[in-house]
């Protein structure tokens, strides 16, 4: 199985519509962060599509690593936290 590309990243805030359809890249190969540019084609990656029930603001995960895809919960703040600890030594 291939792994994702995991980069340190915070969250993305998006505005997203009511209705519309959005593909949140799973790969993380895409130069459209955090959505789909079809950068997983050849690979066993598939983007994970979703719409909302409401206009709203979110904030969608960048590091591949949330269990509540494709919104932010924080998982990426031990990577940060890793680094931060780094820079500081």
């Not at 969250?11 to 950068?39: A, H, M, N």
């Not at 919960?73 to 600890?85: F, K, R, W």
């Amino acid at each position: 199985m291939e792994k994702t590309q995991h980069k340190p990243n915070m969250p993305i805030s998006v505005d997203l519509k009511k209705g519309e359809t959005y593909y949140w890249c799973t790969c993380g190969k895409t130069s459209d962060k955090p959505f789909c540019d079809q950068s997983h084609v050849g690979t066993e990656f598939e983007p994970l599509e979703f719409t909302v029930e409401r206009d709203r603001t979110a904030f969608l995960c960048s590091c591949r690593k949330t269990k509540n895809a494709p919104y932010c919960d924080s998982s990426h703040e031990g990577d940060h936290a890793y680094i931060m600890s780094e820079l500081v030594r």
